[in-house]
């Protein structure tokens, strides 16, 4: 059974950082694209970055790109996401996917929230 656990959510203040893990474990994921997703309160879930398991080019949304890196331990099966310069508008419940050729799993979530 597949699970993404979730956690290094918190509060921090505008321009701060904080860095999201995102723990896989269950199967082998060599063939999967790891994902980060924020959904704010009120809207859709909106894609913020990806990583293939297997290396390659990340990428990124607009309005994280030059501030949020997404990495990855594969000895730890983890996926990070840094983020830096946070802003107000960066407040979000956090989730990590992985897929295949969609996102089929997911993890519980992990609440970000900055402060201006």
């Known amino acids: 059974q597949v699970q993404l656990v979730e956690s290094g959510g918190g509060l921090v203040q505008a321009g701060g950082s904080l860095r999201l893990s995102c723990a896989a474990s269950?199967?082998?994921?060599?063939?999967?694209?790891i994902g980060w997703f924020r959904q704010a309160p009120g809207k859709d879930r909106n894609f913020v970055a990806a990583?293939?398991?297997?290396?390659?080019?990340?990428s990124y949304a607009d309005s994280v790109k030059g501030r949020f890196t997404i990495s990855r331990d594969n000895a730890k099966n983890t996926v990070y996401l840094q983020m830096n310069s946070l802003k107000p508008e960066d407040t979000a419940v956090y989730y990590c996917?992985?897929?295949?050729?969609?996102?089929?799993?997911w993890g519980q979530g992990t609440q970000v929230t900055v402060s201006s």
């Open positions: 996917a992985a897929g295949a050729d969609v996102y089929r799993y």
């Open positions: 990583i293939r398991w297997s290396g390659g080019r990340p």
């Open positions: 269950g199967r082998t994921f060599d063939s999967f694209s």
